[in-house]
């Protein structure tokens, strides 16, 4: 079957002309779901704390309290997840149609950015989501190539979009992502599909182990904590996925594209240097960078030094 697929595979690499639509296409979809895993799955953990707070606290037996407070509170809420219940206006609470839900199309021609019961605005953010999706899928088919490795890049990228997202609205990066694509890393290259099976490993280590020291040399500094755990997990899967050798290149642009950004936001949009920032998304950037290019970023990197 493997066989198969592969030979399948390889013929298909000989068709641009069909692969790259097909990829933009269903990158589409998959970027109209990950508008799904961005928007609800901080929504679960919630619910999922809360329902352990709850059970700590000993309220999780509502028929013991006889209509209290308690038992209305372990019953008010309606059980959240990816598929239920149905996308629906936050402000008129209409169920949205499947085709108000085409990517991108039914955003810009059919609804024209505004719900189609009550006109409130849609974020533009959706449709953007959808599209960078779509064109990030096409340019890693375009670098790795319609074959197997450049199909697991899609998963490494769409779990990256979704992390992205996810932390800037949020500051969290669930393990529910991180840990999945960590373990996915090191299966993958079990088989040497982007590095051998000992530089995956010794990556998640160091990945983890790096900006663990980092957190805690800062915070004995500072008495502060400069960023959390689930960065850590994400360095870790990164190099899960790259092979150790790529950790020190991932860090250094994450730390300087993290620069750049946040000196443009104080000097331009005058934000307040006060606020904290997420470092997820400078890590997903960077670690994307390195995926795809990493060799040349490496080579330019020595070619400097020397």
Not at 41 to 65: G, V
Not at 214 to 230: A, N, P, Q, R, S
Request: aromatic residues 12%; neutral net charge; hydrophobic residues 50%.
């Amino acid at each position: 079957m493997i066989e198969s697929i592969t030979n399948n595979l390889e013929i298909l690499s000989r068709l641009p002309f069909f692969y790259y639509p097909f990829i933009f296409i269903i990158s589409l979809l998959v970027g109209s779901f990950l508008n799904v895993v961005i928007l609800r799955t901080p929504k679960i953990l919630e619910q999922s704390y809360k329902e352990e707070c709850i059970e700590i606290l000993e309220l999780a037996e509502p028929e013991k309290k006889n209509g209290s407070e308690n038992a209305q509170l372990a019953n008010q809420q309606e059980k959240i997840s990816l598929s239920y219940p149905p996308s629906t206006c936050p402000k008129c609470n209409t169920k949205i149609k499947p085709w108000h839900n085409i990517p991108v199309i039914s955003y810009f021609f059919l609804l024209k950015g505004k719900c189609h019961s009550c006109s409130n605005p849609i974020s533009l953010r959706y449709p953007l989501i959808e599209l960078i999706t779509a064109l990030l899928s096409v340019l890693t088919i375009y670098l790795l190539g319609f074959t197997g490795a450049g199909l697991l890049a899609l998963l490494l990228l769409w779990t990256l979009v979704s992390l992205t997202m996810i932390d800037i609205d949020t500051f969290l990066l669930p393990d529910d992502l991180t840990l999945p694509l960590l373990w996915l890393g090191l299966i993958i290259n079990s088989f040497g599909v982007f590095t051998d099976l000992s530089s995956a490993l010794w990556g998640a280590i160091v990945g983890y182990g790096s900006l663990w020291s980092v957190f805690w040399l800062f915070k004995l500094i500072t008495g502060k904590e400069g960023m959390g755990y689930g960065d850590f997990k994400l360095l870790a899967a990164l190099g899960a996925w790259m092979g150790w050798q790529f950790i020190p290149l991932i860090i250094i642009l994450s730390s300087f594209v993290g620069a750049v950004i946040g000196i443009a936001g104080i000097l331009i949009l005058g934000r307040d240097k006060n606020i904290p920032i997420p470092f997820g998304p400078y890590l997903a950037i960077a670690g994307w960078s390195a995926f795809s290019w990493g060799d040349q970023l490496l080579n330019l990197h020595l070619t400097s030094i020397l």
